[in-house]
């Protein structure tokens, strides 16, 4: 079985927590107990609308680039 060669761009860390993705500010939210896990949101830069929300910051980014 072969690996799919996918190659990701990296997100760009301005600070803890906070990262830079193409047109998106990446933040994470921190944990949050009902839920029991941490969450990260990207907001567009352009129209500063929360577009994608997910678990871990991987899976944003994957997200992103799946639909943009």
């Given amino acids: 079985m072969k690996k799919l060669n996918i190659t990701m761009e990296k997100p760009t860390r301005i600070k803890a927590g906070l990262y830079k993705y ?11 107990p009902p839920d029991k896990c941490i969450w990260w949101e990207a ?9 994608y929300h997910n678990t871990t910051l991987r899976g944003i980014i994957e ?5 943009e």
């Avoid at 907001?43 to 577009?51: F, Q």
């Avoid at 997200?63 to 639909?67: G, M, V």
């Fill in 22 to 32: 193409k047109d998106y500010s990446i933040r994470c939210h921190g944990y949050y």
């Fill in 43 to 51: 907001v567009n830069e352009k129209t500063n609308c929360a577009d």
């Fill in 63 to 67: 997200d992103i680039n799946e639909y």
